[in-house]
């Protein structure tokens, strides 16, 4: 299994990116998927998961502002980022689980996945 992320950049605070990861060997609609992040000497926060089949959930910190998405023709899963905030600033990772979506899906722990994608960095500045 191969997860590899694209779209991260240097934006301004109040400016949006997105955020995609493409996978291989894994059915992305299939299995529990989220996004992580690592801001700078911290350690890893949940960002966003799909909890079931079209249910999502989000941590505090990006509710409102982030939003989850896929595509099952590309099988790709996507973050898209609003209103960024300079607290933003971090490495973010896509995340898979042999779990099936269908069985439901664990709490945004980064030990709940098995794949991860080598991230891709967002700098948010004032």
């Known amino acids: 299994v191969q997860l590899v992320e694209s779209g991260g950049g240097s934006v301004q605070s109040g400016g949006s990116l997105k955020l995609s990861c493409a996978s291989s060997?894994?059915?992305?609609?299939?299995?529990?998927v989220a996004w992580f992040r690592q801001p700078p000497g911290k350690e890893r926060e949940g960002v966003a998961r799909f909890l079931r089949a079209n249910k999502s959930t989000y941590g505090d910190s990006v509710k409102g502002r982030f939003t989850i998405s896929e595509d099952n023709v590309q099988n790709t899963l996507f973050l898209q980022m609003n209103s960024l905030e300079p607290e933003d600033t971090a490495m973010y990772l896509c995340a898979a689980s042999l779990r099936k979506r269908s069985a439901g899906c664990a709490q945004l722990r980064a030990d709940d996945y098995d794949y991860w994608g080598q991230g891709t960095q967002v700098t948010v500045s004032s």
């Open positions: 060997r894994l059915t992305i609609r299939a299995h529990c």
